[in-house]
């Protein structure tokens, strides 16, 4: 069986590519290797970086994953700064941001960067809400305070199949899916 490494130290990624990709004669594997995140504005230029330093090291074909959340009312803040901006303000110092706004609409996109000979890149977007209150225990980052459009539940409330029914990072890895399995872009 064909081996893909999945490099990411996030679990829940992770679990949630497993359980996409499962239908395919491929070993997904998780690769817990660092690699510099530039600070660009555009995730695509960042999943670039990556892949390509990864790819010095790593021969086998691997692909890598970066995502973010855009926020109407913040001028799509924190964007590609998500991270950083969980690690320090967390779901709650967004809702703090957003208290007493009405307009609480927001998307997350996910960039996968796949090395297999050279580059590939695959995007997608889920469009949604922030809600007013923290909701689940599922998921991680931002998930319990992103509800996707037409659903009432957020994220953290929703299994991983639910879950990547509607998330960007489902149709990310749909079209990842589709790529490996027939080569098309
Ligand atoms: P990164 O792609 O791992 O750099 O993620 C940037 C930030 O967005 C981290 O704080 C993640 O926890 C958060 N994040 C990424 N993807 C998701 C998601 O699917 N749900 C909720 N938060 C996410």
Known sequence: MEELYFITGNK?????????LKYLDIELIQADMEYPEIQASDLKEIALFGINYCSESLKSPFFLEDSGLFIEELNSFPGPYSRYVHETIGNDGILKLLLNINNRGAYFKSTVGLYKDGPHIFEGVSRG???HEIRGQGGFGYDPIFIPENNSKTFGEMTTVEKNKFSHRGKSLEKLGKYLEN???
């Open 183 to 185: 080569g098309v872009e």
């Open 12 to 20: 829940g990624k992770f679990k949630e590519a497993k359980e996409k």
């Open 129 to 131: 809400t922030i809600s």
